[in-house]
């Protein structure tokens, strides 16, 4: 089982939708969690740390399921400009930090 | 200027070639990485510098050497690489490496061709 895993999509949503994507993890000792976007061609960009009991940012919700080793982030009325690649990244003790293959959304009118 | 600096954006070199990437970050962070982006694959971890020391080294081949002369500035010396190091080559900082670690900010990066 890989480290970090995302399903690469590509997520294909009209505007106004919710989408939800998982990032599923193997490392039960992981102890803190990101999400970044990255655009094409774009260096990644922090979109929100991911904390025990949730959290919220706008339109964007992360959520933290250790027993079941994933994180989500959940887009709520997708814009246009919310097409990107979405990383998550995971640290554990040694903080080393693993990044996600990412996961593509494209937003459509 | 703001954030993290990388030059150059874009890179061509031969695989008999010395050129070096340079960062600088002006966020007064005390953290600075390097890592590669290749196409399908996720970001590596080549390089970690916390306060001008390297604290890790990601089993990168010796083609690769890395240095921090401040807390500031990072560089990345390159020499006799091979075509499948082409890749994106991203810069980063952050606050601490420990575990008070609460992001990175990346630059805009150098694209590598290695021809």
């Known amino acids: 089982r890989k480290e970090v895993e995302q399903d690469p999509g590509p997520f294909n949503v009209p505007e106004g939708a919710t989408v939800a994507f998982n990032c599923t993890y193997s490392?039960?000792?992981?102890?803190?969690f990101f999400w970044y976007r990255q655009d094409c061609r774009k260096e990644p960009k922090l979109l929100m740390s991911?904390?025990?009991s949730g959290n919220e940012d706008g339109r964007f919700t992360a959520q933290l399921n250790r027993a079941s080793q994933y994180i989500s982030l959940l887009i709520r009325d997708s814009k246009l400009s919310d097409s990107a690649t979405y990383l998550c990244?995971?640290?554990?003790?040694?903080?080393?930090?693993?990044f996600g293959r990412g996961t593509s959304l494209i937003v459509h009118p | 200027e703001t954030g993290v600096t990388q030059t150059p954006r874009h890179l061509v070199m031969g695989m008999t070639n010395k050129k070096s990437l340079k960062c600088e970050q002006h966020?007064?962070?005390?953290?600075m990485y390097w890592y590669k982006q290749s196409a399908k694959k996720p970001l590596e971890l080549m390089f970690v510098?916390?306060?001008?020391?390297?604290?890790e080294n990601n089993s990168v081949p010796s083609r690769f050497s890395p240095e921090c002369p401040n807390s500031s500035h990072l560089f990345l010396h390159l020499h006799t690489l091979q075509p499948e190091d082409s890749a994106l080559y991203l810069c980063?900082?952050?606050?601490?490496?420990?575990?008070?670690?609460?992001?990175?900010?990346f630059g805009s990066g150098t694209r590598l061709t290695v021809v």
């Open positions: 980063a900082s952050s606050q601490a490496w420990d575990r008070r670690f609460v992001g990175y900010t």
């Open positions: 991911v904390y025990s």
């Open positions: 490392n039960s000792a992981s102890q803190s």
């Open positions: 510098y916390s306060l001008e020391e390297r604290v």
């Open positions: 966020l007064g962070h005390n953290a």
């Open positions: 990244v995971v640290r554990g003790g040694s903080y080393i930090p693993t």
